[in-house]
T-cell receptor
């Protein structure tokens, strides 16, 4: 059975800290791995990773994929209270591109 | 950018009634749309894959007779929750795949919060 597992499930840090969120997967017909940020409504897209070892970066956020070990990490440096959200990892599978989501990591950044 | 809308954004209905939720791609054509359900403090669970002009593909454990999906055009998919019960109360989110885009690229609607009393 396809599965995506995120850790930790929740995390509380202070502003300025650096956090690393983990995502491991076992999925047949892997296409890509995606990271989303969810606040009050639907998820907003952060990154899509398809190749191993190539870091993607957007401001204070970065992510990398290891297709041999079947995991990805999402790093957030110099965290701010606005980074507080649920971070979702999803793997796109098969010809339809359906997404299999992990449980999410709830990040709380305290001032 | 690609925009997906959902209507309504929230709905309250009585037990036993049916509720229809619409998902529209506003500026692109979507042969494939996806319906997800999210319970409080949980992740998104894929319910079904909706294909324009054909029957939807449901995930294991999702009752197709209870959650009716119709994808009648390249820009519209609907999810009807039939004979709703309080346990169907949830956040329903759709996403759409751009016909001309990458397979993995999906655009999410803002979600519909359903409360069944």
């Amino acid at each position: 059975e396809d599965k995506v597992v995120q850790s930790p499930l929740s995390l509380v840090v202070h502003e300025g800290d650096t956090v690393t969120l983990n995502c491991s997967y076992e999925v047949t017909n892997f296409r890509s791995l995606l990271w989303y940020k969810q606040e009050k409504k639907a998820p907003t897209f952060l990154f899509m990773l398809t190749s191993s070892g190539i870091e993607k970066k957007s401001g204070r956020l970065s992510s990398i994929l290891d297709k041999k070990e079947l995991f990805s990490i999402l790093n957030i440096t110099a965290t701010q209270t606005g980074d507080s959200a649920i971070y979702l990892c999803a793997v796109s599978s098969g010809n339809t591109g359906k997404l299999i989501f992990g449980q999410g990591t709830t990040l709380q950044v305290k001032p | 950018g690609a925009v997906v809308s959902q209507h309504p954004s929230w709905v309250i209905c009585k037990s036993g009634t049916s509720v229809k939720i619409e998902c529209r791609s506003l500026d692109f054509q979507a042969t494939t749309m996806f319906w997800y359900r999210q319970f409080p403090k949980q992740s998104l669970m894929l319910m079904a894959t909706s294909n324009e002009g054909s029957k939807a593909t449901y995930e294991q454990g999702v009752e197709k007779d209870k959650f009716l999906i119709n994808h009648a055009s390249l820009t519209l998919s609907t999810l009807t929750v039939t004979s709703a019960h309080p346990e169907d109360s949830s956040f329903y989110i759709c996403s759409a795949r751009d016909q001309g885009g990458a397979v993995s690229e999906q655009y999410f609607g803002p979600g519909t919060r359903l409360t069944v009393t």
